[in-house]
């Protein structure tokens, strides 16, 4: 399986930027998906997450800033990012919980990561 993340760049404070991560191989169900980020010399950590049915969970410093969602179909999850901040530069990485098959319990995977520079 493949997790492909796209959509990171340069952009202003206060800009906007959207990623997606789009799931690939012989998939039978996808349970959490998430984003992470990475900024220099800090841990890793989460961003946002949300279900398979679709309910969302924050950091505190993106609330009301983010926004993630997923196309099950399309097995892509975004991130949504308004009002962004020098703070919020960082490599952003997709997480996923995939299952092989209905007999097999949901493996974890990470996406290559994306960086995102906010700066004037």
């Known amino acids: 399986v493949q997790l492909q993340a796209s959509g990171g760049g340069l952009v202003q404070p206060g800009g906007s930027l959207r990623l997606s991560c789009a799931a690939s191989g012989s998939i039978f169900s996808i349970n959490n998906m998430g984003w992470y980020r990475q900024a220099p010399g800090k841990q890793r950590e989460l961003v946002a997450s949300i279900t398979s049915s679709g309910s969302s969970n924050y950091a505190d410093s993106v609330k009301g800033r983010f926004t993630i969602s997923r196309d099950n179909a399309k097995k892509t999850v975004y991130l949504q990012m308004n009002s962004l901040k020098p703070e919020d530069t960082a490599v952003y990485y997709c997480?996923?919980?995939?299952?092989?098959?209905?007999?097999?319990?949901?493996?974890?995977?990470w996406g290559q990561g994306t960086l995102v520079t906010v700066s004037s």
């Open positions: 997480n996923a919980d995939i299952r092989w098959s209905a007999f097999r319990l949901a493996d974890n995977y």
